[in-house]
């Protein structure tokens, strides 16, 4: 009996071992990696295929800042995926509830948590039919694993990977911005067979060369990059290319501005490296849209770009159409009124389009310009000696500013009378204000004596309106004795309440030294930002002024635009434009949106400061140092165009001047030079200096200030500086980078941002030398010294106390909150 018992206890652990095996087993076999599922399977978000050489994934992502959740495929070695095929651009899911299967007709489908379907791919419902990603990243439906019915090749988005055949009328199209994929404005495609174009909103755009049996007769500038990237192969229906070397990842891509680019993958920096870039120019038709002006001297700066605000702009009497797209073109301010309409002189212009021209057989200028103004439909005319007179009639295209004087002459553009009343009726309105400031002046002083002696009276109990009135009183004299934008304006403290719905939390876009900014929405539309000063702000009545009086005044595409301000008792208010992508920090500093700023978007910032800080120190009215130059300071327009911000702590200075000194301390930690937060003494070289720090913020994604892993070093400045002495700097990098990086152009960004944070401020160079070592590649850069702040732990992003300090030459004064 008891070795009956003992047989079956063996036999139980036998079953129970073969059972444990065959249930792991089936795991394994159920978890394992897949390429394809069939009619009864299907893959969830969350799940993923990936090839069978493990080079591409398909799967659910969702692109740069964006929640919706799209099918895509994507490189699966590459650090963060480069995504290279989206299956819903136009249809995102908007929870992680999709699920990727067949319908019972044999369709793919996408369905989401409330049942609503999109149709990938249409089958034709066989039994056995199954979905594969292949390892050529092409995504197929196909039959007896071989039958291929549909392909993603065949419907490709906005890359064109080696394999891929692109025919006439299959065409590459653009993401709608970098985190939406929807179809763009762009299309890229070929033309029978014979050549490469890009379109624009239905309009020729760009064009390559002509296809002649040569592999790099379509793009002749490959054949200058050693080794060549890729060669094309074409018939009269197709093209498709071969990447060199074979084995190395490479992919051609269509832009969100509309430009091609060839890049391929560094597997030892592990980053995509730029190799072409379809270059910008005036000579592409209708670049700058209608009445546009593209400017051939920033051709250079904007080499990188297909266009630009640099590139295109708009000329005396007219208007952006569209801030967000310069292609739209400009339009007029004021509505000719034929009558009285006057001209503008366009000196070395090369002139416009010949569909509305034409030409008269008049000898003297004076001819040809009655001859327009006699004619409303008359809209610009020329006199040159070669064409003679020429008349426009209708919208104007095509101009072009040829900046070195090589134009074909000057144009003469017809606007508005009322475009030139403020400087004719000038002198008139200076008598004007003669006879009428003195006694306006002397009620000004009456009522001011009045409001002294109540308030007087009432000592201690009104402090605020004391304040608030003579807040009141500068910004009235800022208006009457200054030339500030038109555009500013004062606004009654309950509009902001309304347009802000009484500074509801939901519309608090972040806060600052001076307080919570909001976005609001005023009366006519606009979205606006709203900075409202905080009861408990280190700041108030001074920064209040500085801004209004400094930034009123200031007019740059680089500078955040101030549009008004408030003023009511202890309420303190600027509206300024509202930038829709936040500011420099809320991408730079998060790892999952830090991978949104693909280098040329980084190039872009990282010149478009420069541009801003030379306006400032060299060519605004106002000569000014910003002194709190810092990431959470530079907006993003909804181009990732970058404006600098918050001119609170600006100082207006003597450019004979040199230095200043100041025995109050402003700014933040881990931006401040080092002569100005240890010795209070402050010029252009700070801003400098914050320019660097923030340079090589941008290039790595490490703050300066802060503990961050920055090896043996306390800072990022003392990490930067270590590298590059052993010649290691490329580790300075970025991982996260999605986009082109090439390596000579990071290094360069680098050098230069070291030469900007040298400790001696004369050491640094000035702003105008920095856009230059940066824009023009063959300049000679100096070697750096040894940067400010060495071995000093800062601490994160904290403002600098206010205070006094001692002015000791042997020691730092420590700069801690009392």
């Not at 990936?50 to 699966?76: D, T």
């Not at 179809?183 to 890009?198: C, E, K, L, P, Q």
Request: charged content about 20%; hydrophobic content about 40%.
């Amino acid at each position: 009996m008891f070795v009956e018992i003992s047989c079956l206890k063996k036999c139980t652990v036998v079953v129970l071992l073969i059972t444990s095996l065959l249930t792991i087993r089936c795991l394994s076999a159920t978890t394992a990696r897949r390429d394809s599922i069939t009619l009864n399977e299907s893959i969830s978000d969350g799940q993923n295929l990936v090839s069978s050489n493990n080079s591409f994934v398909l799967g659910f992502f969702s692109p740069g800042a964006s929640s919706n959740r799209y099918i895509g495929i994507w490189y699966n070695t590459v650090p963060n995926g480069t995504v290279v095929w989206v299956a819903n651009r136009n249809n995102p899911v908007q929870d992680k509830s999709g699920i990727l299967k067949f319908d019972s007709s044999g369709n793919l489908i996408l369905v989401d948590g409330k049942g609503s379907s999109f149709t990938v791919a249409s089958g034709v419902g066989v039994g056995d039919m199954e979905a594969t990603i292949l390892n050529s990243g092409n995504f197929v439906l196909r039959t007896n694993h071989s039958n291929i019915v549909w392909e993603s090749f065949a419907s490709p988005t906005d890359t064109w990977l080696p394999e891929m055949n692109i025919a006439v009328g299959n065409l590459l199209t653009s993401w709608k911005s970098y985190d939406d994929p929807a179809m763009g404005d762009y299309t890229f495609g070929v033309v029978n067979a014979s050549r490469f174009i890009i379109r624009w909103s239905g309009h020729d755009f760009w064009t390559s060369a002509s296809w002649n049996g040569d592999t790099y007769s379509l793009i002749p500038d490959l054949t200058s990059i050693d080794p060549i990237p890729v060669s094309f192969q074409c018939d009269d229906l197709t093209c498709t290319y071969t990447p060199n070397p074979i084995d190395r990842m490479t992919k051609i891509g269509l832009d969100q501005t509309g430009a091609l680019n060839i890049t391929q993958f560094d597997p030892n920096a592990k980053l995509w490296t730029l190799l072409w870039r379809q270059p910008a120019s005036c000579d592409v038709s209708k670049l700058c849209g209608v009445y546009g002006v593209c400017n051939n001297n920033m051709l250079s700066v904007s080499a990188r770009e297909s266009v630009s605000p640099s590139l295109c702009q708009c000329p005396k009497g007219f208007a952006q159409r569209d801030t967000s797209n310069y292609r739209k073109g400009c339009t007029r301010n004021n509505t000719l009124q034929c009558n009285g309409d006057r001209f503008t002189d366009m000196p070395r212009m090369r002139l416009p389009d010949s569909d509305n021209r034409q030409k008269l057989s008049i000898v003297e200028e004076s001819q040809c310009e009655s001859a327009c103004v006699n004619d409303c439909s008359c809209t610009a005319y020329a006199h040159t000696p070669s064409d003679g007179c020429s008349l426009w009639r209708g919208n104007l295209t095509n101009m072009q500013d040829e900046f070195d004087g090589s134009g074909v002459g000057t144009l003469h553009l017809r606007l508005a009378a009322s475009e030139f009343e403020s400087n004719s009726s000038s002198g008139h309105k200076m008598i004007l204000l003669a006879y009428i400031l003195p006694p306006v002046a002397f009620l000004i002083f009456c009522l001011a004596s009045f409001i002294w002696i109540r308030i007087w009276k009432n000592k201690g109990k009104g402090k605020q309106h004391d304040h608030s009135l003579a807040m009141a009183s500068d910004v009235m004299k800022l208006w009457e004795t200054e030339d500030t934008c038109s555009h500013f304006t004062t606004l009654p403290f309950t509009q902001i309440k309304n347009a802000t719905d009484n500074f509801c939390t939901e519309n608090k876009l972040g806060e600052g030294g001076f307080g919570p900014v909001y976005k609001g929405n005023l009366p006519n539309g606009q979205d606006v930002a709203v900075k409202r000063l905080a009861a408990n702000s280190g700041q108030g009545l001074p920064e209040f002024k500085n801004e209004i009086l400094l930034i009123a005044k200031l007019q740059h595409r680089n500078l955040v635009g101030l549009l008004g301000c408030c003023i009511d008792g202890d309420e303190m208010v600027l509206i300024y434009e509202y930038m829709p992508n936040k500011s420099l920090d809320f991408f730079l500093f998060e790892q999952s949106r830090r991978a949104f700023l693909v280098w040329a978007m980084r190039l872009n910032i990282i010149e478009g400061i420069a541009q801003g800080l030379i306006y400032l120190h060299k060519h605004s009215r106002l000569r000014i140092i910003h002194r709190d130059l810092k990431p959470s300071n530079i907006l993003l327009d909804s181009d990732m165009n970058p404006k600098i911000s918050d001119f609170g702590m600006a100082r207006i200075f003597d450019p004979k001047g040199g230095l200043a000194n100041t025995k109050r301390v402003v700014g933040t930690y881990g931006y401040m030079a080092p002569e100005y937060a240890m010795a209070g003494i402050f010029s252009v070289k700070s801003d400098v200096f914050s320019y660097g720090v923030l340079l090589l913020e941008i290039v790595s994604g490490l703050r300066n200030a802060g503990p961050h892993g920055c090896g043996n070093s306390l800072n990022l400045l003392g990490h930067a500086w270590e590298l590059w002495k052993e010649g290691r700097w490329h580790e300075l990098i970025d991982k996260t980078l999605l986009g082109a990086c090439p390596e000579n152009m990071v290094l360069r960004c680098i050098h230069v941002g070291l030469l900007c944070v040298q400790e001696a401020a004369a050491d640094r160079p000035s702003m105008s030398e920095v856009i230059s070592m940066i824009t023009n590649e063959n300049a000679t850069l100096p070697d750096p010294k040894q940067p400010g702040f060495l071995s000093m732990l800062l601490p994160v992003e904290a403002d600098a106390p206010e205070g006094t300090f001692s002015l000791n030459d042997l020691s730092i004064t420590i700069l801690n909150g009392r």
